[in-house]
């Protein structure tokens, strides 16, 4: 068996049991092509992480297009601010050149004690060593745009995380009337 084969594929839903039950990991990954529930993941993962203290002085978020190295090692680096630990957001990390993916492995080799990472991109090359450490020593979360067969149960799945309760008809022609993409039909919804 390879090791693909034998790591663990984790979902969203995994993350949330895993940290209801108070368990953390260092680091969290969340890649793929459909950006509406990777977004609405690492938005409840934020809030879930954030430190309950100074978390204005404890949460910090980079961006893939601006990303400065140094700032970001800084950062990652220090200790929290009357916190037990701090929160750093890489968005887009996508857009990372293989020179900064190549200096970030070191972060993810021997990671701060005090630090939580959130990693968030798009189609990211997984083959890059600095991701597939990510993956291999955190929380890897894999975001598929459903195939159209899959579309009614994520509505019905949605409307019951927000209460509601669709008829599998219902959802059935909100399908064909909407569409597949996820941020749409949860808009309708």
Request: proline share 5%; aromatic share 12%; net charge neutral.
């Amino acid at each position: 068996m390879s090791k693909s084969q034998t790591r663990r594929r984790w979902s969203a839903a995994d993350l949330r049991k895993e940290l209801d039950n108070g368990k953390r990991s260092p680091f969290y990954f969340l890649y793929g092509d459909e950006d509406f529930e990777r977004d609405t993941t690492c938005t409840w993962l934020k809030e879930a992480l954030a430190p309950t203290v100074a978390p204005e002085f404890n949460v910090d978020v980079f961006h893939g297009d601006t990303f400065v190295l140094e700032d970001f090692l800084k950062i990652y680096q220090s200790y929290p601010m009357m916190a037990p630990h701090r929160l750093v957001v890489l968005r887009g990390c996508e857009k990372f050149s293989i020179g900064t993916c190549k200096e970030l492995e070191s972060i993810v080799e021997s990671p701060a004690d005090t630090t939580l990472l959130i990693a968030v991109g798009g189609k990211v090359d997984k083959r890059r060593k600095f991701f597939e450490q990510l993956a291999r020593k955190g929380r890897a979360v894999e975001f598929r745009v459903p195939y159209d067969n899959q579309l009614p149960q994520w509505i019905q799945g949605y409307a019951s995380r927000q209460a509601l309760r669709i008829d599998p008809d219902a959802a059935d022609l909100l399908r064909l009337y909407v569409g597949s993409n996820l941020r749409e039909l949860a808009g309708e919804i």
